[in-house]
């Protein structure tokens, strides 16, 4: 019992670190053209979250880039001009670990957090279905 506590206390720290004062770890990559770019990884200041941005032409999405920023930037955009052209950028943040690792739609923590249940009851499920 006591070792499934400390799994749940280290599952927690590692899903929450913005609760538990530690700094996040995210990717960084500049604003770029979409094309291969190998993030780095940094750590955020204190109180800030990691963010995936979008650059949009027009109906084309052609900047991306990641990092860390304040919370009450993110879900916003503003016009960013590059390489003399003006773009849309819109960012999207989270408060995981890595959780800006691509630049698809990312998972929110309900999400990560009720998978590992499902996966959990479908398995009891299946265990009680053998035993019956």
Not at 1 to 21: I, N, R, Y
Not at 27 to 47: D, G, L
Not at 76 to 98: A, E, L, Q
Request: aromatic share 8%; hydrophobic share 40%; charged share 15%.
């Amino acid at each position: 019992m006591l070792q499934l506590l400390l799994v749940a206390v280290l599952s927690l720290h590692s899903l929450l670190p913005s609760l538990l004062c530690d700094n996040l770890n995210c990717y960084y990559s500049p604003i770029r053209e979409k094309r291969t770019f190998k993030p780095t990884v940094t750590e955020c200041p204190p109180n800030e979250l990691c963010f995936k941005a979008v650059g949009r032409y027009g109906n084309h999405s052609t900047l991306s880039a990641r990092g860390c920023m304040v919370e009450k930037y993110c879900r916003k955009k503003h016009s960013k001009r590059f390489k003399g052209t003006v773009y849309t950028m819109s960012y999207s943040c989270c408060d995981w670990p890595y959780c800006n690792s691509c630049l698809g739609i990312a998972a929110n923590l309900l999400h990560v957090a009720v998978a590992p249940v499902a996966a959990a009851v479908m398995v009891a499920l299946d265990l009680r279905r053998l035993m019956v």
